[in-house]
């Protein structure tokens, strides 16, 4: 059974986050702690998501599976609204707002993304990006049983993001679990092709890809450019 986080808790996780320190000198202090989690979690995925995956990706027409990874995009919109939202950018906030629209109708229950069709492009935004627009900082990287490594930050911010998803908000248990593990294996199945790129160690790779995904989100695109004061 899935925990439903409670406004309580939600404050609760606010105020922890807030207090962080900065870890930038040490992106990784737990490596060693992490490694063994990391384990765990590549063993589980390895006999059990990863199969499932598999067979998910087998079964699903290409349509389809375009179609249910497009519905799960949509319900996300909501997220990306009231983040874009808290960060200031209402420009943002209406834009995804509008796809939310648009797509719920037009796309027929969010099964077809017309939105991008029609020029109005998809921004993910999290809880964990509207925290460091905040300035908190990202904090230590730590490996979660199950949901894999992220920043500390990102990791307090899990609960908020789920409680803003309409998936949570749905009573039935059995039903709000069962689209809730539709979503994790529709995009386990969507990275099978992605993992063949990973080299060396998987560890450091899968970390380090982590970091710069980040690093672009948080930014909106806009990196530092390293170079720029030598030419």
Known sequence: MLLRPTFSRLVGVLLLTLALPNFAATVDPFEEVNRKVFGFNEVLDRWLVKPSA?????VM???????????????GEVSNAVNSGLQGDLRQSGKSLGRLAINTTVGMGGLFDVATDWGIEERNEDFGQTL????????PYIVLPLMGGRYLRDALAIAPDAYLSPLDQIDDVRTRNSLWAANL???????????RLISGDRYTFIREIYIQQREVATTNGQVEDDFGDDF
């Not at 027409?61 to 319900?75: I, M, Y």
Request: negative net charge.
């Open 61 to 75: 027409p290409e349509a389809l599976n375009r179609g249910v990874t497009n519905f799960f995009d949509n319900v």
């Open 132 to 139: 460091a627009v905040w300035g908190v900082g990202d904090g």
């Open 54 to 58: 598999k067979v998910y990706q087998w």
């Open 185 to 195: 294996l529709d995009k386990r199945a969507d990275l099978l092709d992605a993992e």
